[in-house]
């Protein structure tokens, strides 16, 4: 039997199976409301489903080519969906951690930033390899006209090939999601860190007043946020099936698929990341 | 142009290798309780071998999971596995000497949601979806409880939070120097993720043999071992530290030697320094 | 924090410079090894009745695996500096073993590969095995001790709360994805289908058809790398080293400013540039290029 693989994932939206999931959500904030009332543990796990969404929706917007893309074939980076988001939102995340000590906005600011510029520098270089290092212009498959700077796209995409480099509109795209992925991910670390395990982790470990637990705190949050963020970015690799062009790209509305599924994957997880330290 | 992916029938069936694994993983590592027992850390190597249990399983079930084609490729299905478990595993440390079972119980439960979240709500419809997932996040879990085991001495949260700093010529103990206050899970982490897939990755294609496949995911989880050996110099005794590392190269070796000759019998020919031998036709 | 700015500075450049080397050598060892995206061509080649020559290292994409490495040989240098161990030694022992460790999954990797392709007679070359395992080690061992040593500078000369191990993972999955992202087209289409017409997309149908015989006789990975090392490696490098600057500099200098804001904003400064220097090349190409022409009936 030989079987090819595929793009398996249909189109639609199961209704039944949403509708499960949400209400698995909603039941994890209220065992959580019951537990913890609204303190701001209650509030930690709401700020991690929406870190979680904010991942899987970011996602989205990162154009991906695969191993199209790397012959110029298909217009993208050629890298894994999943690992270019989870190096922008980690990169982002290494600077919103750096400031968390200023606040949680000034973090999740920072860190959205910093995955922002890691996008913009290195679509910037793959523009740069296409156009100077082989010579080829960059042009979407998906759409006829840029819809943000209404370029023509179809007489510059070469023949026999679904298009090749970024096209503006999968530019901003990368930046985008580089954006919200660094959001999400810095604002995982941060309620984790500073609302959670800071408050609760002494008790836990049954350490005296004296005792410096910070450092278990900073790893247990940051390996919760990686963990979360690898996770999310994985599910939503699976919602658009491999590659997608950026926010152009019909696959593009398959996003509230990914919102919901992200969301109660953060909410499964976050309640259990909570539970290590105040249960 | 994708490449093809041959299902092929035959080898050890995969419920088989599931027990095996589960069972085997479990019991080595609670062959590290041991150490308690005697006071010492020498049988830390035990829970290493749990890990390898559990990292030949799951070789076998991202098999099982990616001959149905889920389009995005091996490698994020290990980050799935260990994102998950991860999260499960340090739940686990809470419960004493329950860690073990219950870190399989957590994980199941996540990896359950998980399986249904992609399966349904992403609508991949595969029909091993669910069950491969689960499998995965436990496994994940087991995975990195038996390198933390390995690392630290034990599996418990005390265990692995507190290490020892000299200051001043009296050793203290400090949570920095610990196996999470150094953040070491986030390489057990990535041992294991990339140690589950590689097994299949690396096999894959039209000649693919099963037992190549699970040799492979033995010499990976040995190597792994390797370095946690490595890196438990800082938590365990010296003597401790020097029985894993003999264990796990010895074990390294023998899996890998074992690997290189069953590549050997599979290969289209073995040849040294000659040109490119073209089929007939081109 | 960093209360000496000017030490910050001077440290914030030293970092940049590591991880424009660490890019550069991340780069040229992916392809030499011919990992990521462009080996799906590496794999099927065999599969249409190309039989070749080139190095099969199938472990992951560079994410993931630059992701162990650093993290290994950060959390191996974590681990001998809580005993005490001198940085360096700590520092090159972590990255001389988890070089063995790549080594070794390199070799495995080729091996799996080439032996699930018995079917298509596509042979196992030991000199293959040989020659490119270690020249692939090598550059590694320059990627993995430059990305180590540059989030050791980050953890203890510029305060960042982050463990080792920790930073190694973010910076080698970060890595990993610019380098795999600037160098992969450059490999795949440049070098890898050399013999496709040059300024334009490989069409479909040439899959598999990688260039097997070359300049000196039949090609290897080797001559990828040396190809690959001319550019693709450095705007790799160049790419990977303005990330890690820009992120520094932006941090080390403007933090103090507005409560931290005056990082955010310069940040958001450095995207508006990138954007418009991106909008102008993609203009440029347009305008030199001009778009695809059908040729004239001979």
New interface residues.
């Given amino acids: 039997?030989?079987?090819?693989?595929?793009?398996?994932?249909?189109?639609?939206?199961?209704m039944t199976?949403?509708g499960l999931?949400i209400l698995?959500m909603l039941a994890i904030i209220g065992v959580a409301w019951y537990m913890f009332g609204l303190s701001l543990i209650f509030y930690a796990l709401i700020a991690i489903i929406i870190g979680g969404a904010l991942i899987g929706f970011g996602v989205h917007f990162v154009p991906v080519g695969?191993?199209p893309?790397?012959?110029?074939?298909a217009p993208g980076?050629?890298?894994?969906?999943?690992?270019?988001a989870?190096?922008?939102g980690?990169?982002g995340?290494?600077?919103g951690?750096?400031?968390?000590d200023?606040?949680i906005v000034?973090a999740c600011?920072?860190g959205a930033?910093?995955g922002?510029?890691?996008m913009?520098?290195?679509?910037?270089?793959?523009?740069?390899?296409?156009?100077?290092?082989?010579?080829?212009?960059?042009a979407s498959g998906k759409a006829k006209v840029d819809p943000l700077?209404g370029?023509t796209q179809t007489?510059?995409?070469?023949?026999?090939?679904e298009?090749?480099g970024?096209?503006?509109i999968s530019?901003?795209g990368g930046?985008v999601g580089g954006f919200l992925g660094g959001l999400g991910g810095t604002l995982i670390y941060y309620v984790l860190l500073k609302w959670v395990y800071v408050e609760k982790l002494a008790h836990?470990?049954?350490?005296g007043p004296l005792?410096?637990?910070t450092?278990?705190a900073?790893?247990?949050a940051?390996?919760?946020a990686?963990?979360?963020?690898?996770?999310n970015?994985?599910?939503a690799?699976?919602?658009i099936?491999?590659t997608i062009e950026g926010p152009h790209d019909p696959k593009f509305a398959r996003w509230p698929?990914?919102v919901?599924?992200t969301a109660?994957?953060s909410a499964?997880?976050g309640i259990?990341?909570i539970?290590?330290v105040a249960? | 142009m994708t490449v093809k992916i041959e299902v092929i029938a035959g080898g050890i069936p995969h419920d088989q290798l599931m027990i095996a694994g589960l069972v085997g993983s479990l019991v080595c590592i609670y062959l590290t309780y041991l150490n308690a027992m005697t006071n010492s850390f020498v049988f830390s190597f035990f829970g290493g071998l749990g890990a390898v249990c559990a990292l030949i399983w799951g070789s076998n079930t991202i098999k099982v999971l990616c001959s149905y084609g889920i389009g995005t490729g091996v490698p994020s299905a290990g980050m799935l596995a260990l994102g998950s478990g991860v999260i499960a595993m340090l739940l686990a440390t809470r419960y004493g000497i329950w860690a073990p079972i219950m870190a399989v119980v957590l994980a199941a439960i996540i990896g359950a949601i998980l399986g249904y979240l992609a399966n349904n709500v992403l609508m991949m419809k595969i029909p091993v979806m669910i069950r491969s997932i689960t499998e995965m996040a436990v496994i994940g879990a087991l995975s990195l409880m038996g390198f933390s085991a390995m690392a630290a001495g034990s599996f418990d949260f005390a265990a692995i939070s507190t290490g020892t700093q000299t200051f001043l010529g009296m050793t203290v103990t400090s949570y920095g120097n610990s196996y999470m206050g150094l953040t070491i899970i986030a390489v057990s982490f990535f041992l294991a993720a990339i140690a589950i897939q590689h097994p299949f990755n690396a096999t894959l294609g039209p000649s693919w043999k099963q037992d190549r496949m699970l040799w492979l995911a033995g010499e990976c989880g040995f190597l792994s071992m390797i370095t946690v050996a490595v890196m438990s110099l800082a938590f365990l005794s010296l003597n401790a530290a020097l029985v894993s590392l003999g264990i796990s190269i010895i074990l390294w070796a023998y899996t890998y030697s074992q690997y290189i000759t069953l590549s050997k019998r599979d290969a289209a020919s073995w040849l040294d320094s000659k040109p490119i031998v073209e089929p007939e036709g081109h | 924090m960093v209360e000496n700015i000017v030490l910050g500075i001077g440290l914030t450049a030293m970092a940049g410079a590591l991880a424009t080397v660490a890019g550069a050598a991340e780069d040229t060892e992916s392809d030499i090894g011919s990992q990521g995206d462009p080996n799906s061509q590496v794999q099927l080649a065999p599969q249409m009745g190309y039989v070749h020559r080139i190095f099969n290292k199938a472990i992951a994409g560079e994410p993931p695996a630059y992701g162990l490495w650093v993290a290994l040989g950060a959390g191996i240098t974590g681990a001998l500096l809580a005993m005490g161990v001198n940085a360096i030694l700590a520092l090159i022992i972590g990255t001389v073993l988890t070089t063995l460790v790549q080594g070794v999954y390199a070799t495995t990797a080729y091996l799996g590969r080439i032996a699930s392709l018995a079917k298509f007679g596509q042979p196992v070359y030991i000199d293959i095995l040989k020659s490119m395992t270690t020249v692939t080690m090598a550059h590694a061992f320059v990627a993995i001790f430059t990305t180590v040593a540059m989030c050791y500078l980050m953890n203890a000369a510029l305060g960042h709360p982050f463990p080792l191990a920790l930073l190694g993972v973010v910076w080698g999955i970060a890595l990993g994805a610019a380098g795999s992202a600037t160098g992969n087209p450059y490999y795949g289409k440049e070098r890898q289908y050399q013999n496709q017409k040059f300024g334009a997309g490989v069409p479909v149908a040439a899959s598999g058809n990688i260039v097997r015989y070359a300049e000196a006789g039949e090609r290897n990975s080797l001559d990828n790398g040396w190809f690959t090392s001319k550019l693709g490696g450095p705007a790799s490098g160049i790419c990977f080293g303005l990330i890690v600057f820009l992120e520094l500099w932006r941090t080390v200098l403007f933090e103090p400013f507005l409560h931290g804001w005056g990082a955010i904003i310069v940040g958001f400064i450095i995207v508006l540039v990138f954007t418009i220097m991106d909008r102008y090349i993609e203009v440029w190409a347009r305008r030199t290029y001009g778009p695809y022409v059908k040729e004239a009936a001979a």
């Fill in positions: 039997m030989s079987v090819t693989p595929k793009p398996a994932g249909g189109v639609g939206m199961d199976a949403m999931a698995l695969g191993a893309a790397a012959m110029g074939q980076i050629a890298t894994g969906v999943a690992m270019l989870g190096g922008a980690l990169a995340l290494f600077g951690a750096w400031a968390a200023l606040g000034v600011a920072g930033i910093g922002a510029l890691m913009a520098i290195t679509c910037m270089f793959v523009n740069v390899i296409y156009v100077y290092g082989m010579g080829i212009p960059s700077t370029d007489e510059y995409k070469s023949q026999g090939t298009g090749h970024l096209p503006f530019f901003v930046i836990a470990l049954g350490a005792a410096n637990v450092p278990i900073i790893s247990l940051g390996i919760f990686i963990g979360l963020f690898l996770v970015a994985v599910l690799a699976y919602n099936t491999g698929r990914a919901v599924a109660v994957a499964v997880c259990v990341a539970a290590i249960v």
